[in-house]
């Protein structure tokens, strides 16, 4: 049994930031890739970032330069600093792990970014 918790959502200014945590538990050996989805009203998800073996990190371009995912060394731990938020960053963002080839989700956590 797997279980996936994203923390650290919240209503934050824009240009201000936050720090997402999601914490694994249960079963997770082999976890190969670590990422984080969100999905805004009336939209599509999309991946945001992700981190995977080695290190190697993507972004979608609308977050470059202002995001940086991360994880602990134990793989149980994957984090997503975002600065410089904009409205635009308003979502769901969900947490993403890929262990032994099967897809785990968190239950996300809600970001708004208003004035």
Do not use: H
Request: aromatic share 10%.
């Amino acid at each position: 049994q797997v279980r996936v918790m994203e923390s650290g959502g919240g209503l934050v200014q824009p240009g201000g930031s936050l720090r997402l945590s999601c914490a694994a538990s249960g079963n997770i050996y082999s976890i190969t890739i670590m990422a984080w989805y969100r999905q805004a009203p009336g939209k599509e998800r999309e991946l945001v970032a992700s981190i995977r073996g080695g290190g190697t990190t993507d972004y979608v371009d609308s977050v470059k330069g202002r995001f940086t995912i991360s994880r602990d060394k134990a793989w149980s731990t994957v984090y997503l600093q975002m600065n410089s938020l904009k409205p635009e960053d308003t979502a769901v963002y969900y947490c993403y792990l890929l262990i032994r080839g099967t897809p785990k989700w968190g239950n996300g956590t809600l970001v708004t970014v208003s004035s």
